[in-house]
């Protein structure tokens, strides 16, 4: 079993900053792409960027910019840096763990965090 745990988010005034991040634990033999998605009241979950262990990276509609995605493989760690953020922004973040391989099985798995709140509000 594999496990996602986010942690960051919070209340943060427009133009603020906040850094995400998650960590996946467990049985990991390698994790292919690591993600973020966001999902607002009553609006569809979206890409917010994705990162391959070699570094490909890949950003979602209008996040490019102002969203830094990185990773520390070591530490199966996806990190989103979110700067001069916009009430917009305001969704709950999750992780995505896609292509995990584990210690039991040749198959490979996709697994979500439970996701964290963000909220841009003066």
């Known amino acids: 079993q594999v496990q996602l745990v986010e942690s960051g988010g919070g209340l943060v005034q427009p133009g603020g900053s906040l850094r995400l991040s998650c960590a996946a634990s467990?049985?990991?033999?390698?994790?292919?792409?690591m993600g973020w998605y966001r999902q607002a009241p009553g609006k569809q979950r979206q890409l917010v960027a994705t990162?391959?262990?070699?570094?490909?990276?890949n950003y979602g509609d209008s996040m490019k910019g102002r969203f830094t995605i990185s990773r520390d493989n070591a530490k199966n760690t996806v990190y989103l840096q979110m700067n001069s953020l916009k009430p917009e922004d305001t969704a709950v973040y999750y992780c995505?763990?896609?292509?995990?391989?584990?210690?039991?099985?040749?198959?490979?798995?996709?697994?979500w965090g439970q996701g964290t709140q963000v909220t841009v509000s003066s």
């Open positions: 995505k763990a896609d292509r995990v391989r584990n210690s039991f099985s040749s198959n490979e798995y996709v697994y």
């Open positions: 467990g049985s990991i033999v390698s994790i292919y792409v």
């Open positions: 990162i391959t262990t070699g570094g490909m990276i």
